[in-house]
């Protein structure tokens, strides 16, 4: 089956797989737009007196389908994905519009601001070079996903705070967080754990920088006691290749010829345009960290 009758046949016959408690729920399917303008279809299971449900996408469901999964597994896998979602149930309305219920919940992610118009246009952000800083509530993580809300200008203004102030929150919740800076070779040792000896070529002057969750890494950019420690690892001038909006690659300057920039550039582009989701890509620019102001800069 097509896409269209793909939807229609889980909005049908999901309920025959989920409990009795799910007897009265609201069944329906809505456009979401996501990261770089990336539209997902979220199926929302919303049961009575509950005003919010996770979004469970579709998309890569169809994906499996057509890749020859069965739709009965389909479904029985969307059924569990909303169940557990009980386990931890997600905090009603008034609790994610009371400031006091979610500061500590505070997080920030980087995303590409020309990339993102749309996206960006009911919600608050900072711009950082050609970047735009967004924030969310980061609600409970489990093995079924990470589970978080966007703020948006509405909630903002029912926070009663500006921008700036929704900023310095997020940033200061991210300095209880552990910055992850890898070598390249240490970072695909712990992938692959099992094999010796085969990492040993890999360039050591090359860094990968994340958080520990590995979600939405490439906001530890915004940490500048992080860049500052970088700096004092591999100098004070360093270039920063956007890997995606979890994680970057921190390159030395000394050892980067000016000539080099452009290839550099031309690896980003080539990576996002093959090996990174389209929903993932953060920048097809390089940028440099200077030390003097702790700001970014697009480099190339």
């Not at 080099?260 to 093959?274: F, Y």
């Amino acid at each position: 089956m097509d896409y269209e009758k793909f939807k229609e046949a889980v909005i049908e016959h999901v309920q025959e797989y989920l409990p009795d408690t799910y007897a009265d729920a609201e069944i329906s399917i809505h456009s979401v737009i996501k990261n770089n303008s990336v539209r997902l279809d979220g199926l929302m299971i919303k049961i009575p007196d509950s005003n919010i449900a996770p979004n469970i996408y579709l998309n890569h469901y169809y994906d499996q389908y057509k890749n020859g999964k069965d739709f009965d597994e389909i479904l029985n896998e969307i059924a569990s994905v909303r169940t557990h979602s009980c386990d931890n149930p997600f905090p009603e309305v008034g609790n994610l519009t009371c400031l006091e219920q979610i500061r500590d919940r505070i997080q920030a992610k980087l995303v590409n601001r020309t990339k993102n118009k749309e996206y960006l246009q009911d919600k608050p952000f900072t711009q950082i070079a050609d970047l735009a800083v967004i924030y969310y509530i980061s609600l409970k993580e489990s093995d079924y996903g990470h589970a978080s809300v966007i703020i948006t200008d509405n909630m903002l203004s029912l926070y009663g705070i500006s921008v700036e102030d929704l900023h310095s929150i997020a940033l200061s919740n991210m300095r209880g967080k552990e910055a992850q800076f890898l070598t390249m070779a240490e970072v695909l040792r712990g992938l692959m754990p099992d094999v010796e000896d085969t990492f040993d070529h890999v360039d050591t002057t090359m860094y990968v920088l994340t958080n520990a969750d590995k979600l939405n890494g490439a906001a530890m950019l915004l940490d500048i006691d992080t860049m500052d420690r970088i700096a004092e690892k591999i100098g004070t001038s360093y270039y920063i290749l956007p890997s995606s909006v979890h994680e970057t690659i921190i390159v030395p300057a000394s050892i980067t010829e000016s000539s080099s920039l452009e290839n550099l550039a031309e690896m980003v582009i080539e990576i996002n345009g093959t090996q990174v989701a389209p929903d993932e890509v953060l920048s097809d620019h390089v940028y440099r960290y200077n030390y003097t102001d702790h700001t970014l800069e697009i480099a190339a």
